[in-house]
């Protein structure tokens, strides 16, 4: 599978990220395109989680720390009918702004290691402007019990979100099976938060908050993602979305929405929650939802992908086009910096700051390895 996806996207990765953009959004159903959209998934980076099943050991050792938490929304396999947890609907509330909303990300042992990503991600909320207070609004939703741990040692609120079976504490590497489970279950969630009445912003541990995201949301919309590449046009379904930012409100649109892309997983096998997203953005059924969505400027929430030019207006930078953990925190360390110093500079310096970020640099599309692990090398065989 990787051969394949290696040698469709191998000849775009010479070309510039415009002729990428464009590209994709001209020929999305050509399979030059279906092989970047896989590429160009959020976190392309993703060292993330991976499960390796360390099946009944790991589920003793995580009941033990959290009992009550075991099991306690629905399975992943199972049906997704909604049941309210106790413990989930304390920290929401505890976290909730007045009008209901949290801020959530979610965090796997990989990640929350001291001086990884999880303790940059919270590095910026302190350095960034008017970005402080929004961090008593965030959720850690841990996905193993070391980075619940880690969670509880550095931030007030935080959930363990358990799948029976799986442990995602390892690096789940982009597009690997457990990698798939982890993104699903992630969208199952999100759809329960809907249910019980939050409105989130999910971000990725790995996007940097520089300022306010709140100022430069639309106003009046259900849905609004981040874009890899944004055409200039917020209302065009053919942006390239991240599915690592969004800000979404709770309402009948949607939990309908959320609802509909979950189920929409098992018409899709193999495909991962952004992928099926670009795919039934343009079905009927969706529309008939109505759905108001909107596509992020990727000038206010930028990436590595299509940085955002000028840091007098970015509020967030995601390290997405980007392969290998220690690359990524190569990278998100040099941003931080980058940060740092145009805040030091005095309110008129700022004003006429030109310059803009020193990355990427370590981070590429290039460092693509296939998935190392024994699972997926017999599955590569197979392909
Ligand atoms: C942030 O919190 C501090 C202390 O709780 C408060 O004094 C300040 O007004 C808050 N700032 C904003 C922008 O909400
Ligand atoms: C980043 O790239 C530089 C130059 O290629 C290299 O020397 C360094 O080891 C890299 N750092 C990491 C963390 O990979």
Redesign the pocket.
Known sequence: MYKKILSTVMPSWSSSPETLAVKTADSSSSAAATGYNIFRRRNLTLTLLVGVVLGLPCLIYFNDLIPSQLLSLSSFYGSSSFKVDQRLKEVLEKAAMKDNTVILTTLNEAWATPNSVVDLFLESFRIGERTQNLSSNLVIVALDGKAYNRCMEIHPHCYALTTSGVDFSEEAYFMSPDYLVMMWRRIDFLRTVLEMGYNFVFTDADIMWFRNPFERFYHGSDFQIACDYYNGNSRDLRNAPNGGFTYVQSNKRTKQFYKYWYESRKSHPGKHDQDVLNIIKNKNSFKRIGLKMRFLNTAYFGGLCQPSRNLNEVCTMHVNCCY?L??K??DLNVMLDDWRRFMSLSADSRKSWKSSWNVP??CSLRNFHPHPSKKDAKQEKRD
């Open positions: 290998g220690d690359n925190l190569h640099q370590n």
